[in-house]
């Protein structure tokens, strides 16, 4: 008898109670994640700088192989590292998508024995130069990344 209706106590499901919690858990971890992975879009463009800066390292160090010195009086602070063609840099080799010829400086005049080359995206002329305003990675003679604090 009776075997078509289920009894009250029967019935599962979730309270409105347990629902709102559920909710606040998920707009928590939410609020959380999502200004973190705000940054990772800018750090893997940031990778395109890093990537170049390397190379103009290494052409750093065959021109200190060369002539036994990073110095150079065409070097001097702030000066794009394509300057007079010594480095065998072209504006065209150094164009990426982020990146242009125009963020990759000297910082400071290199001396001797070291040097440091900055990337600033806010100087960048590329075609995606936008998206990286505010990277600015440096490198030194023994191969030592900074980048900001995005």
Known sequence: M???RKKLKDLTG???IELVI???VVGVLAGIAVPLYQ???ERSKATEAVATLGLIRQAMGERYAEHGTYG???FTDGARVT???TLGLSNGFL???YFSSASYTFDGAPTAGEFRISCDGSSSTAPYASEV???VCTIDEAGTITTSDW
Request: no cysteine; aromatic share 4%; glycine share 20%.
């Open 2 to 4: 009776g075997h078509g």
């Open 14 to 16: 979730f309270t409105l």
């Open 22 to 24: 559920v909710i606040v």
């Open 39 to 41: 940054v990772v879009p």
């Open 72 to 74: 150079n009086a065409s």
């Open 83 to 85: 300057v007079g063609g």
């Open 95 to 97: 164009l990426g998508r």
């Open 133 to 135: 305003a505010r990277v």
